[in-house]
T-cell receptor
Framework: AQRVTQPEKLLSVFKGAPVELKCNYSYSGSPELFWYVQYSRQRLQLLLRHISRESIKGFTADLNKGETSFHLKKPFAQEEDSAMYYCALSGTSYGKLTFGQGTILTVHP | GAVVSQHPSRVICKSGTSVKIECRSLDFQATTMFWYRQFPKQSLMLMATSNEGSKATYEQGVEKDKFLINHASLTLSTLTVTSAHPEDSSFYIC??????????????FGPGTRLTVL
């Protein structure tokens, strides 16, 4: 079975502060991990995936297999980063995603 | 980027009626479409995987006779909620992907359909 846990339902930071959204997973094989973002009144969209090792909108995420984590980080949060963030895992069945519960990030001015 | 549309965006129906929701990939051909259900302030729950030209694969606990899925073409999948009841009220989201086996295959999500059953 595969599971994704995002322990924080809500996260508030001030503009310019660092932000870290936590994600832990449970999966016996070699997973693919993703972060999706949903801005207010918009559809879900891919933010980044671990296999690309890219930085999107200043966000990065490193897969830590030892800790089974894939935390999302940004050194200086911006107000436009306020959104719902979902961590997701793709395991055995290619394409099927298991989502975490989501974290609502609010960046205050 | 690739666009996925859903129709209708919002539907209200009476208990006992059936409702059809369409999911279309507008500018790419999708070998696979997924249907999710999202309850308020909760995560997306995968309901079924829909592959063009074959029967859908349902997740455990999802009634296939209740949620009929048809993937008639590479750009269209439909979800029909049969004999809807108030507990079926939810936000239904589809996603579409062109699976090539590459690590860059990406699921593109539709805007969702809000179903309210009275």
């Amino acid at each position: 079975a595969q599971r994704v846990t995002q322990p924080e339902k809500l996260l508030s930071v001030f503009k310019g502060a660092p932000v870290e959204l936590k994600c832990n997973y449970s999966y016996s094989g070699s997973p693919e991990l993703f972060w999706y973002v949903q801005y207010s009144r918009q559809r879900l969209q891919l933010l980044l995936r671990h296999i690309s090792r890219e930085s999107i909108k200043g966000f990065t995420a490193d897969l830590n297999k030892g800790e089974t984590s894939f935390h999302l980080k940004k050194p200086f949060a911006q107000e436009e980063d306020s959104a719902m963030y979902y961590c997701a895992l793709s395991g055995t069945s290619y394409g099927k995603l298991t989502f975490g519960q989501g974290t609502i990030l609010t960046v205050h001015p | 980027g690739a666009v996925v549309s859903q129709h209708p965006s919002r539907v209200i129906c009476k208990s006992g009626t059936s409702v059809k929701i369409e999911c279309r990939s507008l500018d790419f051909q999708a070998t696979t479409m997924f249907w999710y259900r999202q309850f308020p302030k909760q995560s997306l729950m995968l309901m079924a995987t829909s592959n063009e030209g074959s029967k859908a694969t349902y997740e455990q606990g999802v009634e296939k006779d209740k949620f009929l899925i048809n993937h008639a073409s590479l750009t269209l999948s439909t979800l029909t909620v049969t004999s809807a009841h108030p507990e079926d009220s939810s936000f239904y989201i589809c996603s579409a992907v062109l699976l090539t086996g590459s690590s860059t295959d990406t699921q593109y999500f539709g805007p969702g359909t809000r179903l309210t059953v009275l």
